[in-house]
């Protein structure tokens, strides 16, 4: 799917904006996520820096109460497959395109890879973006997650540069890609 190729949702597939009462179920399920992605790559000590820093209870409810911050999680059949962050930060200097809007979290529970939650999910983004006013989105993505750089591809993503993601005390490299919203 590119940026100007929609397709339908799937079935049952609902996608709401979290609210203060979703922090522990994000908290649990970016743990979930984030550790079945990137846990076998990566030193457990790390992995345990990282996730009580970006996964706790306490920084979900802080997230979800600014402004700045959307969480979009994408339910299928009453089940939660997925989540992404959205949110205003300011750009690393590769990104030169209007109006930047970041997302910060995007994950889909395994199960649901290749039903079309992504997509939904991903196109959800862009509409927070624009609403927002947003002409660019943005997203870092580790260069050794190519499943992810692929899939950011296939959605108009292009890589435009890189930026050093701390992992616990571990920098490693993230592509940044970006996409037009116009």
Same mark, same amino acid.
């Given at each position: 799917?590119? @940026?100007? *190729? ?20 994000? @908290? ?7 550790? *079945? ?16 820093? +970006? ?18 999680? +994408? ?7 997925? =989540?992404?962050?959205?949110?205003? @930060? ?8 209007? +109006?930047?809007? !970041?997302?910060?979290?995007? =994950?889909?529970?395994? !199960? ?11 196109? +959800? ?6 609403? /927002?006013?947003?002409? *660019? ?20 993503? !292009? ?19 970006? /996409?037009?919203?116009?």
């Amino acid at each position: 799917m590119t @940026s100007d *190729t929609k397709s339908a949702p799937p079935a049952g597939l609902h996608i709401r904006r979290g609210t203060v009462a979703d922090a522990s179920n994000l @908290s649990a399920l970016g743990t979930e996520t984030f550790t *079945t992605s990137f846990g076998a790559q990566n030193a457990p000590e790390n992995i345990a820096l990282h996730l009580a820093k +970006a996964f706790g209870p306490g920084v979900q409810e802080r997230e979800l109460a600014d402004p700045a911050v959307t969480y979009l999680i +994408a339910e299928m059949n009453g089940r939660t497959a997925g =989540y992404a962050q959205v949110r205003a @930060s300011d750009p690393p200097p590769c990104i030169t395109g209007p +109006a930047p809007v !970041e997302v910060l979290r995007f =994950y889909v529970v395994h !199960e649901f890879h290749g039903t079309g939650v992504a997509q939904a999910l991903m196109e +959800a983004c862009a509409a927070d973006a624009r609403q /927002r006013g947003g002409r *660019t989105l943005w997203l870092g993505v580790w260069d050794q997650n190519p499943r992810a750089i692929r899939f950011y591809t296939k959605c108009g993503y !292009e890589d435009v540069g890189g930026q050093t993601f701390m992992l616990g005390d571990d920098p490693q490299n993230d592509r940044v890609l970006a /996409r037009p919203l116009d």
